[in-house]
């Protein structure tokens, strides 16, 4: 048997705990949203009034979790209140907010600057204050949406990149259990807290894996972690970089009746999709992750979205993933974004996340930091322009610097299109800065038939003839580029011989009619035409 792993780190405060490990990344539910005690998403609508309303809803719970801790433990909950109370912040958010921001990223982009700065001093006792702006962010974020960080199991040993004081303060420590932080200071708050409460600390282990639960030992003495074997340490930094090439594996790939090979992928538009992935597939042709946000305040939540795209690339393992950036806008509303002015404008897709860049920041700071997890591709959706692409590609590099500044692990990946808007199928030669192509052929075939959402499948069949013949010239313009499809006439065998004979090899389908369309492929030949005997 393999032998346990040893981590070196730095003790935090002395002592030693076993239990099994909570991943603070890891959520407990992808979303809030049909939950009997979930709030309505109205809550993370609002102005300033809302955003009032939430930080005064903080600062009684900071209160209440006072009543009766002792004297270090009320000063450093006295210090968030006060910061809470500071009114440069309240200033500093309600200029974003008059400068027509949204009230969750007016709120997120005034705190997080506040946290760079503390992160970029030169003291370390400043640097770790850091993280107590982060526990204020979030604690006012989680009252915006009605969903406050929820404790973690008693005997627990908490595994993450840091810890909120506040966390630590309203977790209950009788029943055992220690920290282990990738990162995290000997002078920080949650330091000082462990050693007053003799509660085993080690800080500055890297970026490690384990699996919720696994057991994990923390030796505040030596300062050490021992992982069950099979968990592995991630290298504290991937530089960023953009892989060349295909991007796709050879592992589930079929052959024509004639030979030829094909790649079938599946899609996920649903979180109980992900731990029904199947090893056999070419990996995740599209994974939707309109899923993974229910709300605007989950739009400003990276942590969340990173926990959820990381669940995805290590269920998929060796295999790739292309993760399509948030499809909202137009008839696609976000519960929080009902702003007259989106709605009036008809925005969706890249077009709505230039116009907001909060929103595509967010998820692309926890896009490239998933990417170290996996074989991870970026889609585009609705693009349209391709200066769409290379304004979306600088916002990318504009956020890997950053990350990288923070040393953050992240590895910048390769970023492609959907081509689901026809002016684009017919220009593709002209997309140079996207790395692949991907046909989404249910928007594709909308635009091109001017079908209305609700007509759509009547008019799919009728607009068939024409929505190949448009893949079929698209393909040619691909310049040799990766190219799949993963609309619903993918997973449908009727149009195989079609799109087979328009020069498609990769196809990505719902998990439902993956066997359906594998008996339909190795049944035809490559240029569409049925196999002799069948």
């Not at 939430?54 to 006295?78: P, T, V, Y």
């Not at 029904?276 to 739009?299: H, N, W, Y």
């Not at 295999?319 to 009036?344: C, F, Q």
């Not at 769409?388 to 692990?409: H, N, S, T, Y």
């Amino acid at each position: 048997m393999a032998e346990p792993l040893r981590l070196k780190a730095k003790s935090a405060s002395p002592g030693i705990a076993s239990g099994p490990a909570f991943l603070a990344e890891e959520p407990k539910a992808p979303s809030a949203a049909g939950r009997p005690d979930a709030a309505p998403a109205s809550r993370a609508v609002g102005g300033y009034g809302a955003l009032e309303k939430a930080i005064d809803i903080s600062i009684g719970e900071l209160e209440h979790l006072a009543d009766g801790a002792d004297a270090e433990s009320r000063d450093i909950i006295d210090f968030q209140i006060e910061v809470l109370r500071d009114p440069s912040i309240a200033e500093a958010t309600g200029a974003r907010l008059e400068a027509d921001e949204n009230v969750v990223f007016a709120w997120v982009a005034t705190l997080d600057a506040y946290i760079g700065e503390l992160e970029a001093a030169d003291e370390e006792q400043m640097r770790a204050r850091a993280v107590d702006i982060l526990d204020i962010k979030n604690r006012v974020l989680g009252a915006l949406a009605g969903t406050p960080i929820a404790d973690f199991p008693p005997g627990s040993v908490f595994v993450g990149k840091d810890m909120e004081p506040s966390r630590f303060l309203a977790h209950d420590w009788s029943k055992g259990g220690g920290i282990a932080l990738f990162a995290g200071s000997t002078a920080g708050h949650v330091a000082l807290l462990a050693r007053a409460k003799s509660v085993p600390m080690v800080i500055g282990t890297g970026r490690f894996s384990a699996a919720d639960g696994d057991p994990v030992s923390v030796d505040g003495n030596a300062g050490a972690v021992i992982l069950q074997a099979g968990s592995m340490l991630i290298p504290p930094l991937v530089p960023a970089q953009e892989p060349a090439g295909d991007t796709q594996t050879t592992g589930g790939e079929l052959l024509t009746a004639d030979g030829v090979p094909v790649l079938l992928s599946i899609n996920i538009n649903d979180p109980a999709e992900i731990d029904a992935l199947d090893p056999a597939t070419a990996g995740v042709g599209l994974m939707r992750s309109e899923f993974s946000v229910a709300s605007i305040a989950d739009a400003a939540n990276e942590e969340r979205q990173l926990a959820i795209y990381r669940r995805v690339l290590e269920q998929a393992g060796e295999k790739p993933v292309t993760i399509r950036m948030l499809d909202i806008g137009g008839d696609k509303p976000l519960a929080g974004l009902e702003d007259p002015s989106v709605l009036a404008s008809g925005l969706r897709g890249i077009r709505l996340l230039l116009a907001r860049p909060e929103i595509a920041r967010v998820q692309a700071r926890a896009l490239l930091r998933a990417a170290v997890f996996g074989r991870l591709s970026v889609m585009l959706p609705m693009v349209t322009f391709p200066d769409e692409i290379d304004r979306m590609r600088e916002l990318f590099r504009e956020e890997a610097e950053k990350l990288g500044r923070r040393a953050i692990p992240h590895r910048m990946p390769p970023i492609g299109m959907m081509v689901e808007v026809p002016a684009a199928a017919l220009m593709l030669d002209t997309f140079g800065a996207a790395a692949f192509f991907s046909f989404g052929t249910n928007d594709l075939t909308q635009h091109l038939a001017a079908s209305a959402r609700d007509d759509i499948d009547a008019d799919a069949g009728k607009a068939a003839p024409a929505v190949l013949r448009l893949l079929a010239q698209a393909v040619k313009l691909t310049a040799g580029k990766p190219v799949s499809i993963c609309g619903d006439i993918a997973g449908n065998p009727s149009y195989l011989p079609g799109l087979l004979a328009a020069g498609l090899r990769h196809f990505s389908v719902a998990p439902a009619r993956r066997p359906a369309i594998r008996s339909a492929i190795i049944g035809l030949n490559a240029d569409g035409t049925r196999a002799a005997g069948e």
